[in-house]
């Protein structure tokens, strides 16, 4: 799937996110939070200024956020995306409380809203992962100015073709009929077994 239909599968389909900030002493804090909107330009969710999150996003715009739905763990699908958020003020307000429209009776009027502001997640690097699929089902994508790259485990030239990351591997997603022998990113694990057995050296880990 493209950038943007997974943005929407986070929305519409997960909607809460659990989403991890930084203190001032650098040290990592988490907070439930809603996604509750997205376009071509990111995500949008929405705070109040007297909050601590709030002042933590501002001393620091570096994010990270997980969403999982699933009825248990091999049912679940995930999405983790690491990127920046940036102010953009209350004019999004209206829109976001039209769609989302539970948040009118967190906030009911207009004065209440008053210490409300929105933040839009401008650029990230996201991953989707799908337990529910055998072999498991892993993608990347990014959005705003960052650039999506491949990362995880390759196979370099180094290969000999001794087969033996094959015999580890828990998905079975390494093609051993060629050499060097070429690891199937999409249903990867990222375990490191192949790594660890490899005599020849042969598989680099990238990272993102």
Not at 59 to 78: F, M, P, Q, R, Y
Not at 162 to 178: A, E, F, G, R
Request: proline share 4%.
């Amino acid at each position: 799937m493209s950038a943007s239909k997974y943005l929407k599968y986070l929305v519409e389909e997960m909607h809460t996110t659990v989403l991890a900030t930084l203190d001032a002493q650098g040290h990592p804090i988490t907070c439930v939070i809603d996604m509750m909107d997205q376009d071509e330009q990111g995500l949008y969710f929405l705070t109040a200024k007297g909050k601590n999150f709030y002042q933590r996003l501002k001393a620091n715009e570096n994010i990270a956020l997980t969403a999982v739905k699933g009825e248990d763990t091999l049912s679940s699908v995930s999405i983790s995306i690491q990127g920046k958020a940036k102010e953009i003020g209350p004019d999004r307000l209206p829109l976001l409380f039209e769609i989302n429209e539970y948040m009118k009776k967190i906030y009911p009027d207009e004065k209440s809203r008053s210490a409300l502001t929105v933040f839009q997640i401008t650029e990230g690097q996201g991953e989707w992962f799908d337990l529910s699929k055998h072999p498991i089902e892993r993608d990347s994508f990014a959005f705003g100015t960052k650039q999506n790259h491949a990362w995880g485990y390759f196979v370099t030239d180094k290969c000999i073709g001794c087969k033996l990351c094959y015999s580890v591997c828990p998905q079975k997603c390494i093609d051993v009929t060629t050499k060097p022998a070429v690891i199937a990113q999409h249903h990867c694990l990222h375990c490191g077994n192949c790594v660890s057995i490899c005599p020849a050296s042969a598989i680099e880990r990238r990272t993102l």
